[in-house]
């Protein structure tokens, strides 16, 4: 095995890889699930920025503290919160904590703000966004030059001439390659 089929090996299954895990972010949108990229610690240590957390659709009546949530950020408007349930209110609002976090959220989130019971995280996949968010551009620089570096290895073939035929070696004896039939050498007087 050369080292052009290794790592083309190496670069296609990890591009593959890659493609994988962006497919299960997406993928269950249309079913009316909610994909979300982790932009902070607040859930460390199980769930880490750059994470991207997959969430179904829920009852509010349903969530029971203890249970982590997709929420529309209350502080924010217009942002995503993943933070657990730390208890319902009488008026059914739910107060939430961050699993890192000392102290609950500030304000209340309504049960119509409700996203969903995350169901599955995708790891590291949300990183680009996440270095976009906070400006980290040397990061996406390097993970740019990474996938391309990446693709021409899985794209590359070993003969890129396109010749697969006889090639001369060393000492101008010719050398038969698969692909082409073997010529036939005649020697001139």
Known sequence: MGAWFVSSLLARISLGTAAVAVLWSVLLIPFGWTSAVVVSGSMMPEIRAGDVAIASPIDPADVRPGQPILVDNPAKPGRLLLHRVVRRNPDGSFVTRGDANRVDDSLPVPPGSVRGLPRLLVRYVGLPVYWHARGDYRHLTVTAGLLVTLGLLAAKRPDEDGDAGLHRAGGGHARW?????????????
């Open 177 to 189: 390659r698969p692909g082409r039939p073997a010529a036939r050498h005649v020697r001139r007087a």
